[in-house]
């Protein structure tokens, strides 16, 4: 079965510069997440959407923005990169169902792991 | 706000029971998830629960949610070294494209 697909899995920065992470949600999947995960830490909400509009914000920087396309795919910008960004960054998404289904079951990516030297 | 707890470690022997406690603090949640993650990579869902259960079995694991303590549970029956991860306990509410709010996680070591 399809799942979600993140890239790239891993990216190497210096402080300052800017990173672009990719998500594609599962098929007929409509509600993408992000979530950071910094070493030995839970996962930390980022933002999510729900049918390309922003439905739920967390604790992302300004510095950072996202988007979700027509094609239902998700990108997360990361500008000003400081030391503190380095972490995991997971993608999640849910949808395709009725709210007893996959609407209210997340399914992760296996994150995209950025550095930031 | 939404308040997601656990402990931290749990450290059981091959073959025990482990259980996983979880308590939450929002009264509006509607489903309450198990995660367990594996060294470096991704959360897998193990399990889920709606609010109006109290019990749900699956295989090794069953769930149990008692909804006027806020508090959950993961029972893992025979435990392997396989199982060996972070579980995380999570929320949510009702509402598309809603946050999901996860626990600490709890590290549990199976020994041999």
């Known amino acids: 079965a399809a799942g979600v697909i993140q890239s790239p899995r891993h990216l190497i920065k210096e402080k300052r510069e800017t990173a672009t992470l990719k998500c594609y949600p599962i098929p007929r999947h409509d509600t993408v997440y992000w979530y950071q995960q910094g070493p030995g830490q839970d996962p930390q909400f980022l933002i999510s959407?729900?049918?390309?509009?922003?439905?739920d914000k967390g604790s992302i920087p300004d510095r950072f923005s996202a988007q979700q396309f027509s094609d239902y795919h998700s990108e997360l910008n990361m500008s000003s990169l400081e030391l503190g960004d380095s972490a995991l960054y997971f993608c999640?998404?849910?949808?395709?169902?009725?709210?007893?289904?996959?609407?209210?079951?997340?399914?992760f990516g296996a994150g995209s792991r950025l550095t930031v030297l | 706000g939404e308040d997601v707890e656990q402990s931290l470690f749990l450290s059981v022997r091959e073959g025990d029971s482990s259980v996983i406690n979880c308590t939450y603090t929002d009264s509006s949640s509607t489903y309450l998830y198990w995660y367990k993650q594996e060294p470096g990579a991704g959360l897998q869902l193990l399990t889920y629960?709606?609010?109006?259960?109290d019990m749900k079995q699956d295989q090794r694991l069953t769930v149990l949610l008692n909804k006027k303590d806020k508090h959950l549970s993961l029972r893992i029956a025979d435990t392997q070294t396989g199982d060996s991860a972070i579980y995380f306990c999570?929320?949510?509410?009702?509402?598309?494209?809603?946050?999901?709010?996860f626990g600490p996680g709890t590290r549990l070591s199976v020994l041999p």
């Open positions: 629960i709606f609010s109006n259960m």
């Open positions: 959407f729900y049918e390309k509009m922003q439905s």
């Open positions: 999570a929320e949510r509410g009702n509402n598309y494209g809603q946050n999901f709010v």
């Open positions: 999640a998404s849910a949808g395709g169902g009725g709210l007893d289904t996959g609407a209210n079951v997340l399914t």
